[in-house]
């Protein structure tokens, strides 16, 4: 495999793996967030004998803060289909139906090229010159 073929692929995996685990994580933010504006809401719902304001602030903030971590999460999660949609455009130019799937496998779905030699009941050496064919063909 040459060190461009090296480099295309070591930067979609990296860039696949940054969308996923950025979004995980907003996720995970998101999730602790409404569980915070949740408590502020049930004990501002609760205990009426406690002063309002402060609480109400709080449970704003919370409120402000999921929102704000939503949009963070439509934005990646945009970019991240943006970014898919692309490469499945440039990987549907190509005629050669194997190659297409190669491309597909590794780059979109992030397999090895083990279980995509398995999978299509190729060689690795034969699926690596696909790819490599396929490689080409987008850099044309």
Same mark, same amino acid.
């Given at each position: 495999?040459?060190k461009k073929?090296?480099?295309?692929e070591?930067?979609?995996s990296y860039?696949?793996c ?7 994580? %907003?996720l995970l933010?998101?999730?602790?967030l ?5 408590? %502020? ?6 205990? $009426?004998?406690l002063?309002l304001a402060? !609480? ?5 903030d919370?409120?402000? !803060?999921? $929102? ?12 991240y289909?943006n970014l ?11 005629d050669?139906q194997?190659?297409? $799937?190669? %491309?597909?496998?590794?780059?979109m ?5 083990? !279980?995509?030699?398995e999978e ?7 699926v690596?010159?696909?790819h ?9």
């Open positions: 495999m040459t073929l090296k480099l295309i070591r930067e979609e860039r696949r940054l969308y996923e685990v950025e979004i995980k994580s %907003l933010e998101l999730k602790t409404r569980a915070m504006a949740e408590n %502020l809401q049930s004990a501002i719902g609760n205990d $009426v004998r002063q402060p !609480k109400s602030d709080k449970l704003a919370a409120i402000a !803060k999921v $929102v704000e971590c939503e949009d963070r999460i439509a934005k990646r999660v945009t970019e289909l898919t949609k692309n490469w499945d455009n440039a990987i549907s130019v190509i050669d194997e190659q297409c $799937v190669i %491309l597909r496998m590794r780059y779905d992030g397999k090895s090229w083990k !279980k995509i030699a299509l009941f190729m060689s690795e050496s034969a690596f010159r696909s490599k064919k396929a490689v080409r063909k987008l850099s044309e």
